[in-house]
């Protein structure tokens, strides 16, 4: 059994974690934080039906854990990070810390300096359908954003086959359900403000999502520089779908554009792409760790492919258990399906 | 024209008051306040297509209307109130405050002492249905609470018959909308939390709003102290729908329960009585100023009556202005139909 | 492993029953049936990742199978019932055929003359925390309908305990999610008329789910005439809370009412009593096979007890593998926690 | 007064078209249609306080009639409307009958021959705040759809201005209410099908909305040919939202963009544009007949725009009674503010 430690357990994405990790048949979970709650018990917080104390951060017992889940804040995560690895604990870090590696361009978007840029180059961004064997082998896993993983699914085999127009721009319209937006009170989330209502916010390059999948397309040889990424929230309380226009530098059939997402994820057990003919909506994977993909062929040089995750699932704590097991070298879909 | 200020119209109560008002062909607009936005405009805080400065509290020119609709939250209320008072101007006021002529009862309740009981035999409590010849005179006219406005306009025709049986409870299951809540945001108040849920709250005896209704049911000559009151939130923004079941002290047919509701409600223009066979429901009031109400009789001692209204309609805000109306000798359904 | 077959896989029981049995360790699914999509796939009719071929009713190969789920309509569901008996097939029956024991009262309230009197009396009303042992020994579960299960849930400690009063109305306030209503499309469930609605439909003593609630209560040595049931349609997709208000024959204590629920169901792995204080919510069972229940002492005469169930898993299929689970003896909760 | 008749009132459009009108000061209604429910009362199909008698449609006295409101389906509405013209009243028609000019077109996309080619000249499609000469003048006016309508106001000034790219793509990413789908119930609009998901459907150019926006934006001088419309399913009841994504052909200075939009709608009484920084929600605009535009600049060549209207409001009956109001001469806004 694998000994595992959850960081701030009582936001949503800590929750959902805590939710698959205590049903995995090969974690024993050693103890979960949250310095809201500290003393409470889980069920003091949630309607559920098992429970786990929740205990104050400074006392967590890192010798006695093989991992920990870390769903703090950004810039809340980074300490805690850094003291898991000084303990020799592999850390799963679901907070954006160490998303980026350039640590000026960290600051730029969080505005507070990186307090372990040295630990940057040590972490790996854990999309596993694009990064497995970098994966495997980190002791620092920075698990992707929930906008980014539904954007970056959708472009990775265009950007595979090198078949990107870079001079075009990538138009990513994304939408998401409220828990994305966490736990914490605020108007924006309050019912009736969101209830009956669909927000866009932070459109075009100005969400803080948008660094991360401008270094992953660079990295994949695309032009960054070109995402025009544009989130809605929706009255929904999970989900997320991703509609993203692209224009090809060369000609590309409607068969080739479907093979060519159905053979890229034909090994995946977690992401699964629609036939033709039909398109993915946010209950395909409402309330699972799969996303789900469809490619909408409209001239030669032009698709719309639709990407669903659950922005819990997939986009958080679903995703970060798929990363563990890579990790631990256990069967990657183990507590996922 | 009636000169009119509104006290408090951030919150959604003084919003829709000042979304009635704004448009009612008697009143002009004075002046509008809010401690929380002061200096601010109401486009700052709501998405409007028309607009109106906030100000402070403090600089309110009371000389400069005839009358307030005071919608700060109970205890904020009572100093203005005595303040618009003194100034001569009739008052409005849509928080618990001068609901109960007890001031003891009051502190007992709300957690704080009255500090102007003197005022509380001024007060007359706003359900013109009951009480429209006092309603008419009064300088300082005290709104009900949503669920005592639903609650009362069930149980009014059966009080005012003496009919109903003072030794059996009177049951009234109740369902808000979330807006009941209030605009500050809160975990329960979260989309997350609110959606896809339905929660019992403060269900018995021990909701604020209880008192209220037992007052107005021994006035009436029922037996208050037999009320059993239950809230529920539910996943909508307006609307309120009470469940009533009441036991009878003498027989009725079924062609006289339904004569008593039509008959007392007959020349009344803002509470309606479905025919036998239809049910009541919240959408026959939603956004509407009405009180809808159905009447089933299950046997001669026993019947439920649905009474539905909007939370923030009847039940806040478009009772207000009725009130407003008769209270200055204008059309009763002026700006509300 | 079980060999089981689901007939009427199409409706939101017959995919609930399915979506449990897949992944039932005791289980092997041999197959499912549609007769309104016999050919198709189960991914034709809903979002999902798996999957299973939908043959028609005629084509069901009973010979190969241990049990067989009956998710289809009332009266529907009589002829397959006596096929898969005469079969000597075990039957877990979802629809409402076989829960009355008196033929006659099933044509009143259904409006359709039973085919198979003689198995009312094999049949066993498959509520297994009043019910266990017959449901063991029995091959046609009669498994209870949603609304009924809610309600008996809550009622179950009192009628045991001989503790209502003979002559009160027992008042059961139901609010349900929409699921309730099958996947039929219809006016009722069109989302726009029933969002931002809450409807009370069929209220008093005339829905199709009183007669099994009374049948029960009379078993148990209650007065069930003496059942008032008010279903509420809510805007929710899954869930089920029934407040249900209860006059006793002597003397509670707030403590001993607490702990005869407590102690009834001390050892019920599927129900759970929240402790004094807490109230159950939609929330506390929403996508769970359990029941939950609160009590609220009001007087030495009077509780509220608030029962909350998901109507598709205690209020259907998750209740019906609990049943299957203890009529085959494998554990009760396998496949359900 | 001008007398008006209504066809078609028992659909979302028509009784939204109803409600303006029975309140509208210049109007008189004279008779209502449903041929669905033909002999009924309005108030036996929706929970309304007001009522209608619906008459069937072979009844409807034109000859008593200045105007009909045509809210029949596309198909259903050309005999009427050729009735109608026969007689000669002014007609809006809310159908898509009418508002293609080429009659190969209309039966290429709604797979009916159009029975009246004669009549296509002489319609006017009727965006106001585009064609406001032509409205004035005709006696047919083809009322645009509800995407057209959202999409045509957010490129109607850079099309005035000549400003669009004429080589790249104009994505038009709208989210529309399920009110949209119509009244008829279908497994599209069932409740727990369309509650917690997000739909595309017909993305591209697909969708029978297509046409009429390549044809307007072809007639203001645009390439039509280069839209692409995804349409998306919202689990909300009224609303859209389209987010649409344009690249210039020449450099705009982000003021310069505001301006162009603050300009072009400056003396437009339904339509605003928010200032800079505020993006335009489905709130804006919900339960309103005004369309709400933001500009969010990219860079010199890229911008976005969103473009909120009621889909029932400006997205239909609000819209066809602005373009009644402008047919007739009196106060453009009548009944709409």
């Not at 430690?5 to 949503?12: E, K, L, Q, R, V």
């Not at 003091?44 to 951060?57: E, K, Q, T």
């Not at 001079?167 to 966490?182: F, M, Q, R, Y």
């Not at 660094?211 to 960054?224: C, Y």
């Amino acid at each position: 059994m694998i000994k595992v430690g959850i960081f701030g357990a009582s936001g949503y994405t800590g929750f959902e974690s805590l939710a698959i990790l205590r049903k995995h048949p090969a974690v024993e979970l050693v103890f979960a934080t949250s310095e809201s709650a500290a003393g409470q018990k889980l069920s003091d917080l949630y309607p559920v039906a098992w429970d786990i104390p929740l205990i104050p951060l400074a006392d967590a017992p890192l010798d006695r854990v093989d991992a920990v889940f870390c769903c703090l804040p950004h810039g809340a995560s980074m300490p805690t990070v850094i003291a898991a690895r000084q303990a020799g604990v592999r850390v799963i870090d679901l907070s954006a810390d160490f998303r980026l590696t350039d640590a000026q361009l960290y600051q730029k978007w969080y505005n507070v300096p990186h307090e372990a840029p040295a630990l940057l180059s040590e972490a790996v961004y854990g999309l596993p359908e694009i990064n497995r064997a970098r994966v495997r082998e980190t002791n620092l896993l920075a698990n992707p954003g929930c906008y980014p993983t539904s954007v970056l699914l959708a472009l990775y085999p265009l950007l595979k086959a090198k078949l990107l127009d870079p001079a075009a721009p990538i138009i990513a319209d994304s939408k998401s359900g409220v828990s994305g937006a966490g736990r914490k009170p605020s108007l924006k989330t309050h019912f009736v403000e969101a209830n009956e209502n669909l927000s866009p916010y932070n459109i075009g390059q100005s969400h803080r999502h948008v660094p991360e999948m401008v270094q992953t397309i660079a990295n994949l040889g695309g032009n960054g520089e070109k995402l025009i990424f544009s989130p809605h929230l929706v009255p929904i309380s999970r989900g997320m779908l991703s509609t993203v226009y692209v224009s090809l530098a060369d000609d590309l059939s409607a068969a080739a554009a479907q093979n060519l997402y159905t053979e890229t994820y034909a090994a995946e057990p977690m992401v699964q792409v629609l036939p033709t003919g039909q398109l993915a909506t946010m209950a395909h994977t409402q309330r699972t760790h799969l996303g789900v993909l469809s490619v909408t062929w409209l001239h030669p040089r032009q698709l719309i492919v639709c990407s669903s995750i659950d922005n819990l699932g997939k986009g958080a704590a679903g995703q970060a258990v798929q990363n563990f097991n890579v990790m631990f070298g256990v069967e990657e879909t183990l507590g996922l399906l």
